[in-house]
Structure formats: C-alpha cells, structure tokens
C-alpha cells in the first residue's frame, strides 16, 4: 500500500533554493526490500556536491530519476519487508549509508544494504556516524594504514569525518596535525586528540607542517578539501608519505604536479566508501569494529547541529559556510 511520505527533493542542481520539502507517496518495498521509518538523517558535504552539481548523482545512482530525493545515510526502524527479505523482523533497529533518498520519513532500501544497529547505540549516533565512521575507518586501516608515532595531518579536522579521523589515529598512537579554519575550531580538535594544530586562515599549512616536523614532513596528509590543499600538501610529505585525497569541499580537484613525490617515493591515494562497503562480509565486519569503538568510549561523535528536514537549505548553508563541527543530523 503507497504511504504518505515527506522527502526533500530537487528538480535542478544550484545553490539551497532547490531543495524542496514536498509530500510524496511511497509504493509498498519490493521483494528485496524493507522498508524503514528514519528517526535520524545523517548530513554530509557529498549531499552539498550532489545538489550543487560537483557530483554527478546520475553517475553514483544511475536508476534514480529527476527529481531527485538528496540524502545518503540514515537510521531507524523496519516498518515492513519485502516477500524475500529473511534475517529480518518488523522493529528491528538499522543503519545504511550511501544509498540516496535519505531525507525522507521513510524509505524503501535492499536489505542487504542495512547495518544492526547495537543496542546501546541511539539512531542519532547511527546516523551521524555510519558513514562518516565507515569512512575514517577505510582511511586509517586501509588506505593510511596510520601505526604509532607516525605524523598524520587532518585537514577539515573539526568537521564530521576529520573529528573521527583525529581521535581514530590518536587512538593508534600517531602524532596528529590537525588544520581548520578558526579558533573555535583549534579548540576542538585540542580536545580530541590533535597533538598540534594550524589555523589554515592565519598560518601557512605547508610551511608550519615543515616546521613543526623539523623539516621532515608528513607521513600521512589526510586531504578532504582539496582544491587549496592539494597541490601543497605534496610539499610537505616526509619520504614514503602518502597524501590521500578523499574530498573536494573546497570544490572541483584540479591537476596537480606529481613530479614533486619520485624524490620522496612518496604518494597520492584516492579513496571512495563504496568501494570498501560492497563486499558483505567486509561491510559487516567494518561496521562492527566501528560501532564497538564508539560503544566503549573510545571514539567520540559530537552532534553539534541537529536540523529538522523541512530546514534543510539552512543546514546546507550551514556545512557550506563551514561553521558546523563534529556531526549534523536532520530529524524528519
Ligand atoms: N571519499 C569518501 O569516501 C568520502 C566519504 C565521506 C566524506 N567524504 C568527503 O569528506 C569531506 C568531509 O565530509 P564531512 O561530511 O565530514 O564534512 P565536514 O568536514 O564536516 O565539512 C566540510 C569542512 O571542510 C572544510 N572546508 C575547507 N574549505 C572549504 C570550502 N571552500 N567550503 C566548505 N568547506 C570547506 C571546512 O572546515 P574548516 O573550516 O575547518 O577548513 C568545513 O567545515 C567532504 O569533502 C566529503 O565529500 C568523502
């Protein structure tokens, strides 16, 4: 049976004026499917790229027709399975990320693509850290593969990824670098774990990450901005570092010079969370190792900003003009 459903969609990529808080009718799951009634919607800069037109949502969804419904993570509880949907029940608390839609009360979503949520995990923590989670975890296990001692810089370091990021490789016992923008933001990150830090307004990143490893540079550069950053943080690596580039928040990458890395062997990775959650076993196992760090304390997810949907140009205006930390939630 269709249901009334309230989504955020929009009809042509811009600024926030196109997102559109519209009720719309949600057909009964398919037989693959369930369907859940979100209680929290994760924010996330990719949903600032698909609105503004940074990122292709044809190329990341292709099934999904104009007009969109934005959104890539969510939690709350099963209202209803499809007829093939086994290992599930109506009322079970879960988690998903990266399917788009999520800025909707409810969602019809392939049932393999849905994480468990752990009792002692509220749905706001689920949605604010599923996928901003997963992806410190690939960065710092796979792709940095950060060990004790090493010097790890963190750009964006006070927002939803870069938080986790610095407390994660802290935890590991590396020397963490943290850059932002503003005092408010060095206060911050101080307090999660950032050894150091570079108020990238008021000092020269490249130059003080030179200074502060005595001339030897980073062994990591985690580069979630990108177009500023980019191009100097190749600068600033020590021999066999890595610069992994994972976001454009600073808008679309442009090339960059890598003659700079063969003296050092150094070099650039880019990383992509779908890649490291297609793999059932892998996605499973990511999540859990996840939700157990933040279930024992040790790492820590802020949710600084708590929107609700029908306010979602403000909470895009928000993450844009960067004076959000930690992460933002959207309550429909
Ligand atoms: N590849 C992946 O798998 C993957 C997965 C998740 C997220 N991401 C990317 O990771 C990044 C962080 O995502 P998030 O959701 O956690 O966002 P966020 O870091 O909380 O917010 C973006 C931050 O980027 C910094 N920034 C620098 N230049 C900016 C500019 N010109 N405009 C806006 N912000 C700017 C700001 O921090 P300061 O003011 O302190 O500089 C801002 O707070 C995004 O680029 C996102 O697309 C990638």
């Known amino acids: 049976m269709n249901i009334e459903n309230h989504v955020i969609k929009i009809y042509n990529t811009g600024n926030s004026s196109v997102l559109n808080y519209e009720k719309s009718l949600l057909a009964d799951p398919l037989s693959e499917e369930v369907r859940i009634k979100h209680f929290a919607i994760g924010l996330n800069f990719i949903d600032i790229n698909m609105r503004n037109g940074n990122y292709s949502i044809k190329s990341y969804s292709p099934d999904s027709k104009v007009p969109y ?20 029940k109506v ?12 800025y909707s009360e409810f969602m019809n979503v392939n049932a393999n693509k849905l994480f468990t949520i752990p009792r002692n995990i509220s749905y706001e ?3 604010a850290s599923t996928l ?23 750009h964006a370091a006070a927002g939803g990824v870069g938080s986790l990021l610095c407390q994660w490789a802290h935890l590991i016992g590396a020397k963490v670098i943290g850059v932002v923008s503003t005092d408010k933001k060095v206060a ?14 008021k000092q020269n990143f490249s130059n003080e990450i030179m200074e502060i490893t005595e001339g030897k540079g980073a062994d990591i550069i985690y580069d979630s901005v990108g177009k500023s950053t980019l191009q100097r943080g190749l600068s600033c690596l020590a021999d066999r570092g890595k610069l992994v580039s994972y976001g454009n928040s600073a808008g679309l990458l442009e090339p960059v010079d890598i003659s700079v ?5 150094g070099s650039i990775i880019c990383g992509g969370l779908l890649t490291f959650i297609k793999n059932k076993h ?9 939700f157990n760090l933040i279930t024992k304390g040790k ?13 979602i140009s403000l909470a895009h205006d928000d993450i844009e003009s960067r004076i959000t930390s930690g992460s933002s939630i959207i309550l429909p």
């Open 299 to 311: 790492l820590k997810v802020d949710i600084n900003q708590r929107y609700r949907l029908k306010d």
């Open 91 to 102: 009322g079970d608390r879960v988690a998903h990320c990266m399917n788009l839609g999520t």
């Open 125 to 127: 923590i689920a949605a």
């Open 261 to 265: 890395l063969k003296p050092i062997s």
């Open 132 to 154: 901003k989670g997963l992806t410190a975890h690939y960065l710092i296990k796979e792709l940095g593969q950060v060990k004790k001692n090493q010097i790890v810089v963190v």
């Open 188 to 201: 911050r990150i101080r307090k999660i774990g950032a050894d150091f830090y570079i108020n990238s307004r």
């Open 282 to 290: 892998e996605r499973k196992n990511n999540a859990e190792e996840l």
């Open 69 to 88: 419904i934005l959104g890539v993570e969510g939690s709350g509880r099963i209202e209803s399975l499809g007829k093939n949907v086994n290992g599930l």
